[in-house]
């Protein structure tokens, strides 16, 4: 191209583009590239400009190349796709007419923030440095489906499908109310807007990172999305940073990371998700942290995290989950989450865990494990029991315990139910050997009294002992006492029939007592 064809703010960039000097034509701080479609000639650059610099720029020797430039109107399609870049691209707070074309590009750096685009196309891309797309707007689909970036990938407050005038749906009061975070409330303003418009009709991701390879970390705090993020199968050496961010996708996935694969943690704090998170098959070492995050997806799932493999799993000071949580098969070394936080219906068949934070009366966790939609699960209770036992509560055990036979008892035929009943009246199921012993103590005393009044006739009479109508009752409560009453003295009558009565329910409650003496014993 001919030094003579290109406009004054071309010319600049030209003679900065070998120097690797930056042109910036913004006119002042509250410059807004949103407005870039009015600007004038003396702010627009054409994108095959660009295109030839970075693909036949010359170097100055000595200096480092490379396109710097704030503030611009590019008109038509900036089209590297398949090309080798070896300069940096620094398109700063430009306004872009028409989406880049970057397919199967391979690229050293690429940096777009503060710009807005209508869409943004970089399928399979390379890039040896950083992918910044800090604080974009950007209407339609940002797909990035298979690309590798060497770096991190930025895209802390950028704002993605929808017009960049579309209201932020963490504006709304479905969507955002509920429990401040530690860093302080969930808007500086306290300020609410309407409901934006619902896009459910979106037939694509509004941003696709499936597959993708990213040899350091996706940073996108305070992301703003009306459609679905993407993140099937995706690897990231570091850490995937969702803190404060906004996914708006209602019914459908809102995030959708099957078989996510992380270096360190999926960081979502304060997360406003209004459709489901999807991140079933992930694989994440330390922590999944939903920690003050707002889930919602009435009607259908709000978090599917089966089949997962995570270090901890944060749900502190969650708002209620709204939609159904999803935990079958997942392997969790520590769990934290409070009773409120559960929704009314969960799967959690196989989730297995080693601890349970916070620290809470058995009676508190026990209600969760009646939502399963499934129904009654052995493995559930068992799996909290063992939870407990970890952390030294045997009490808190033994409460789970009564509760599953008490569970499983709704199970059985009614006069299996009937013989459970009796069982849990008086011992407890031997998880209450105390009840036991208050039954014992009762009976002493209803026989004491009943045979003071009606003393049993002496076998012998010359050689039987004077009557004790306590030691007597013993002897016929506990097999083995023997203090020589029950071998002498013979009822009759009533008293008989008493005596059989307390015989038969000694050799129950005495077992009962011993087998709940023995499994504590074990326990030490």
């Known amino acids: 191209m001919e030094i003579t064809d290109l406009t004054p703010a071309e010319r600049r960039v030209r003679e900065a583009f070998p120097l690797g000097e930056g042109v910036d034509l913004r006119e002042g701080p509250e410059d807004d590239p949103a407005a870039g479609a009015a600007w004038g000639p003396e702010r627009t650059v054409r994108a095959e400009v660009l295109r030839a610099l970075l693909v036949d720029g010359d170097s100055r020797a000595g200096e480092i190349a490379g396109l710097k430039l704030a503030g611009a109107r590019i008109t038509g399609q900036l089209d590297l796709r398949y090309g080798v870049v070896q300069h940096s691209i620094r398109l700063r707070s430009c306004y872009f007419a028409e989406g880049p074309m970057l397919y199967g590009a391979q690229l050293r750096a690429l940096v777009l923030s503060d710009s807005v685009l209508p869409a943004f196309t970089a399928a399979a891309l390379r890039v040896e440095g950083v992918l910044r797309m800090s604080r974009c707007r950007i209407a339609g689909p940002v797909r990035l489906a298979g690309s590798q970036i060497a770096g991190a990938v930025f895209l802390d407050g950028a704002r993605l499908g929808g017009s960049p005038d579309d209201p932020d749906p963490s504006d709304v009061p479905n969507c955002s109310d509920g429990p401040n975070g530690p860093d302080g409330p969930d808007r500086s303003d306290g300020s609410h807007a309407p409901d934006p418009p619902d896009p459910t009709a979106l037939q694509e991701p509004a941003l696709e990172l499936n597959q993708v390879s990213v040899g350091n970390d996706i940073a996108a705090t305070g992301l703003v999305c009306h459609g679905q993020v993407r993140l099937n199968g995706a690897t990231v050496t570091g850490e995937v940073n969702l803190n404060d961010a906004v996914l708006h996708h209602p019914g459908h996935d809102a995030l959708h990371a099957e078989t996510l694969s992380v270096g360190t943690d999926l960081r979502a704090m304060r997360l406003r998700a209004h459709g489901r998170v999807n991140v079933s098959g992930a694989r994440i070492p330390r922590h999944l942290n ?158 004491a009294t009943a045979f003071a009044l009606v003393h049993p006739r002496p076998l012998k009479a010359d050689e039987a002992p004077d009557f004790n109508p306590v030691f007597y009752t013993v002897d016929l409560l506990l097999p083995i006492a023997d203090f020589g009453q029950q071998s002498a003295f013979a009822p009759q009558g009533w008293a008989q029939w008493l005596s059989y009565a307390l015989i038969v329910t000694g050799w129950i409650l005495a077992t009962t007592i011993a087998a709940g003496i023995t499994r504590s014993l074990s326990r030490q």
Not at 323 to 344: C, F, K, M
Not at 372 to 382: M, Q
Not at 388 to 408: C, E, N, P, S
Request: contains cysteine; charged residues 25%; positive net charge.
């Open 290 to 447: 939903l920690a003050h995050a707002r889930l919602r997806n009435p009607g259908g799932q709000a978090l599917r995290a089966s089949s997962c493999v995570i270090g901890e799993l944060w749900l502190r000071e969650t708002a209620p989950i709204e939609g159904v949580v999803n935990l079958r098969g997942s392997q969790v070394d520590l769990l934290h989450i409070a009773p409120e936080t559960w929704p009314d219906r969960v799967r959690i068949d196989g989730l297995s865990y080693r601890r349970l934070t916070p620290d809470l009366p058995a009676e508190q966790r026990l209600p969760v494990l009646e939502r399963e939609e499934s129904g009654y699960l052995p493995y559930a209770y068992e799996q909290l029991t063992a939870a407990y036992r970890i952390a030294g509560d045997d009490a808190a055990a033994r409460t789970v315990q009564l509760a599953k036979l008490r569970r499983h008892r709704r199970t059985l035929p009614r006069y299996a139910r009937a013989w459970g009943h009796l069982q849990d009246i008086t011992v407890g199921y031997g998880f209450r050997p105390m009840r036991a012993a208050g039954w014992l103590l009762a009976l002493l005393l209803t026989g």
